[in-house]
């Protein structure tokens, strides 16, 4: 079975600094990875993902996340944090069965930015 | 940019009562899934439907729960029953299938269920 964790519930940074999330994960095969952002109220925006090929993937509003194998994580980073940054996210894995796949959310991590 | 719409925003109901959350998914799109967050927790899957049948449920996803797309263009879920713990933030998403099986689902808006 698939699983995430997310072993920060919630991390305070100051704005301009950088930022890295965690996410580890747990799956048999080459896993489909993605992160995802929801603020307060939203829905879930696709930040970026991962399918194959560079291990390293960009995604919008300056967010990247590196996938190694080894260590079965995708963390997220960003080099300076924005205020309008502060929200929860979500890192998820899916896999390929041939049809519709779910995804399995981590926990979440909920980032505060102080000014 | 397309989106995955929702509708009701927010659907208060009594406990027993039959509710529809409907969704809209992105129009090119084959492959639709509900999800549900329960407040404070992670966000779970229920179901997955393509080509009008369910592909996969959830454990959560009991006889009380159904899915339909009644037309070409709506995606519904129905609660036949509500009960107490299915308050939550319920999450309709829809994605094409690229090379290689790869699958990006793309997520709504979401409706808030709460039962009295």
């Known amino acids: 079975a698939q699983s995430v964790t997310q072993p920060d519930i919630h991390i305070t940074v100051s704005e301009g600094a950088s930022l890295e999330l965690r996410c580890n994960y747990s799956y048999g095969a080459t896993p489909y990875l993605f992160w995802y952002v929801q603020s307060p109220g939203q829905g879930l925006q696709l930040l970026l993902k991962y399918f194959s090929g560079d291990t390293l993937v960009q995604g919008i509003k300056g967010f990247e996340a590196e996938f190694k194998r080894s260590q079965s994580s995708f963390n997220l980073r960003k080099p300076s944090v924005h205020w309008s940054d502060a929200a929860e996210y979500f890192c998820?894995?899916?896999?390929?069965?041939?049809?519709?796949?779910?995804?399995?959310f981590g926990t979440g991590t909920r980032l505060q930015v102080t000014l | 940019e397309p989106e995955v719409t929702q509708t009701p925003s927010h659907q208060v109901t009594q406990m027993g009562q039959e509710v529809i959350l409907r969704c809209v998914p992105i129009?090119?799109?084959?492959?639709f899934y509900w999800y549900r967050q329960i407040l404070g927790q992670k966000v779970e899957f229920l179901v997955s439907f393509y080509n009008n049948e369910i592909s996969e449920k959830s454990e959560i996803f009991d006889d009380q729960f159904s899915v339909e797309r009644p037309d070409g263009s709506n995606f519904t879920l129905k609660i036949r029953s509500t009960k107490l713990e299915d308050s939550a933030m319920y999450f309709c998403?829809?994605?094409?299938?690229?090379?290689?099986?790869?699958?990006?689902?793309?997520f709504g808006p979401g409706t808030r269920l709460t039962v009295l």
């Open positions: 998820a894995v899916g896999r390929n069965t041939g049809t519709a796949s779910k995804l399995t």
């Open positions: 998403a829809s994605s094409v299938r690229g090379p290689r099986g790869t699958d990006t689902q793309y």
């Open positions: 129009s090119n799109h084959l492959y």
